[in-house]
C-alpha cells in the first residue's frame, strides 16, 4: 500500500518540476534583450582622422589624460602590431589615433 503512495507522489514531484522548469524557460526567452556594448570600433576610417575617430579607435573617452591614451594605445598595439603579424596599416592609424589624442598630429594622415 505504501509502494504506490510514494510512486505517486514522485510523480507528482516530477510534473511540478517539469512545470517549473518550462515556466522558467518562459520566463526566460521572454525577456527584453540587452544589446552587448561592442570593445573595439568597427567601422572605416575617414579621410581624415578626428579626435571622436582617435577615441573610438583606442577604445577610450574623448576627453582623457594623456596616461590613459599611452595606456590604451600600449593596449591596442599589442594586439595588432605588425611584427606580431598585425597590418602595417592599422599599425600607422593606431599612432594616429595616439598622436590625435595626445596633440602631437604633426602630419595629416598615415603614410598608407
Request: aromatic letters at 8%.
Amino acid at each position: 500500500m505504501a509502494t504506490p503512495m510514494i510512486a505517486g507522489a514522485a510523480v507528482a514531484a516530477a510534473a511540478y518540476a517539469g512545470r517549473y522548469g518550462i515556466l522558467a524557460w518562459q520566463a526566460f526567452k521572454a525577456r527584453p534583450r540587452v544589446p552587448r556594448m561592442r570593445r573595439f570600433y568597427e567601422g572605416g576610417f575617414q579621410s581624415a582622422m578626428t579626435r571622436r575617430e582617435a577615441a573610438l579607435i583606442l577604445g577610450v573617452r574623448e576627453s582623457v589624460v594623456a596616461e590613459k591614451v599611452k595606456e590604451a594605445h600600449r593596449r591596442v598595439m599589442v594586439a595588432n602590431h605588425p611584427d606580431a603579424g598585425g597590418s602595417h596599416y592599422l599599425a600607422s592609424k593606431i599612432n594616429e589615433a595616439k598622436e590625435m589624442m595626445l596633440g602631437k598630429s604633426k602630419n595629416t594622415g598615415s603614410a598608407f
